[in-house]
Structures are given as C-alpha cells and as structure tokens.
C-alpha cells in the first residue's frame, strides 16, 4: 500500500506564511505528478498546485506568485511553500501522488488526509 501524509497546516494571520509537507511512503516504485489539493466549505476540491518528475510546475491563477511547489524525490515528499496568505487561503489542503507501485504497471492516485489552514484577517 501507499500511504500519504501531510503536516504543516495551521492558524495565520493574514499576510504571513506557512509550508505543508507530505510524505510519501509505501511500496513504491516511482511517483509521476505530485499535486496540492484544497477545499474550503461548500465548495470543490481544487488543484492548487502541481509538479511532474523533473518537470515544471504549475499553479491555480489564484495563488499564482504566493505559493510555490516542490519536491525532494530522493525522499518522496512534496512541499508548498504558501506566502502572503489571504482569507480566502481557508480550507483542508490535500496532498495527491500518481504512483507506481513496486510490481505493477499501473498508475494510481493517493491522496493523503489532509491538513486544515485558517488564515484570519
């Protein structure tokens, strides 16, 4: 099994930051895109952030030069460095990983059991 776990979350004010973190650990043999996830009360999940394996990230319009993704592969983990953080930042941050298990040809999305950010003015 693959299992996900992230950290970091918490309570800032408006205008300062904070760094999630999600480790990645299991039977793994690779893990293709690394992603961050939100979801604030009555609304849907959505991508906030995303890398590939060597590849470029990529980022919501919304948090687009405040927030910044990255990853260590050597350790399977996934950061998301959120600065200058507003209000609307409120929600439960999901950590998502498209893996490959050790002995299977598959690819199949994780998804850890995120952790809560409340940014108040």
């Known amino acids: 099994q693959v299992q996900l776990v992230e950290s970091g979350g918490g309570l800032v004010q408006a205008g300062g930051s904070l760094r999630l973190s999600c480790a990645a650990s299991?039977?793994?043999?690779?893990?293709?895109?690394m992603s961050w996830y939100r979801q604030a009360p009555g609304k849907q999940r959505e991508l906030v952030a995303a890398i590939r394996s060597g590849g470029s990230p990529n980022y919501a319009d919304s948090v687009k030069g405040r927030f910044t993704i990255s990853r260590d592969n050597a350790k399977n983990m996934v950061y998301l460095q959120m600065n200058s953080l507003k209000p609307e930042d409120t929600a439960v941050y999901y950590c998502?990983?498209?893996?490959?298990?050790?002995?299977?040809?598959?690819?199949?999305?994780?998804w850890g059991q995120g952790t809560q950010v409340t940014v108040y003015s």
């Open positions: 998502n990983a498209d893996v490959y298990r050790q002995g299977s040809p598959y690819l199949n999305a994780y």
């Open positions: 299991g039977t793994i043999f690779s893990i293709n895109a």
